[in-house]
Every structure is written in C-alpha cells, then in structure tokens.
C-alpha cells in the first residue's frame, strides 16, 4: 500500500510528521495430506485463520497479515487441528503442508474359503478379501458364505489404527 497523508507546511523552525508503517501482509499457500502418507493430499477441507474461515486446501497467495495466528483445519473425516503460524508478511510466500490424523482406520478382512460376505451391523459391505475403511467406534463383523457356518465377533476400531483379520475359517 502506498502511504498517503496530506500536510501543511508551516512557519515554525521545527516541524514534525509522524508516521507508523506496516507490513504488508504475506502470502501463504497451504496444503494437508493424510498422516503418514505426505504424498496423499487432503483437499477440499476448510482453513480457518483467528476464527475467519479463509478458505479450502489447496489455496496459494492467501493474503495474511504478519505476525502470530492460529491456524485450524476443519474436516470431518479427520480429527481436529490446531497450530500457531507465524507469518513473515513483507510480501514473503511462505508454504506450510499439515498433517492430519484420520478419525477413521483401514481393516483388512480375509477368510477361508475367499469369497466370503462380509457384513458389518448386519449390512452388506462386499467379499473377502476386503479392505475397508471404518471410522472409530465398535461393530459388529459376519462373514458368511455357502454350506458354510456364518462366523460372527465385535470389532473395536480406533483411530488411524490399521487393522489386519486375515484367514477366517467359515
């Protein structure tokens, strides 16, 4: 910004103009990925800078004004986050990539014979060997299959805790 102020010049030997500068603000661009997984990008979820919703990831050249703030990112799927930025300002570009903790967990599902239903809560979510990802919480699990005994148990899962069932004997 360019610094305009009016003055007069007047009669007096020593005359003073006072003037306070400020930075101009930086440019940030920002992105998340998953934990773990730096090359999985997370997209689409909301940045909020001082409580004032900026915008989505991926942005770039988000005009922030120097000094502390805190950060937030805000999606559903992943747990919450929180930092404090410091932003150069001056015109500086600065890059941040967070990441973020899923609230949610892959489980893997493999049986014998292959092929086996799974269910999970009593509804249908495809065939053995499976890969799923279930958010946080307790389930029940059936795999059935033909002229075979349906086999049942609770699955705990908890966040970003990968789970492994393998070779289930129906």
């Not at 009016?6 to 998340?32: C, S």
């Not at 999606?75 to 919450?80: A, M, N, S």
């Not at 958010?135 to 699990?141: E, F, P």
Request: proline letters at 8%.
């Amino acid at each position: 910004e360019t610094l305009a102020q009016p003055f007069q010049v007047g009669d007096a030997d020593d005359q003073q103009l006072d003037f306070i500068m400020q930075k101009q603000p930086g440019h940030l661009t920002i992105q998340a990925h998953q934990e773990g997984t730096p090359s999985k990008f997370v997209n689409d979820v909301q940045i909020v800078i001082n409580a004032e919703n900026v915008g989505t990831t991926p942005v770039s050249g988000l005009a922030v004004s120097s000094g502390q703030h805190l950060l937030e990112i805000r999606t559903p799927k992943y747990q919450p986050f929180k930092t404090n930025i410091a932003v150069n300002g001056c015109g500086e570009e600065q890059a941040f990539n967070f990441a973020l903790i899923p609230k949610w967990s892959p489980v893997v599902i493999g049986s014998i014979p292959v092929g086996a239903t799974v269910e999970i809560n009593g509804n249908p979510v495809g065939n053995t060997p499976l890969q799923i990802e279930l958010a946080a919480g307790s389930y029940r699990l059936t795999l059935k299959a033909e002229r075979f005994k349906n086999w049942q148990a609770q699955l705990v899962v908890k966040p970003n805790q990968p789970q492994r069932i393998e070779d289930i004997r129906l």
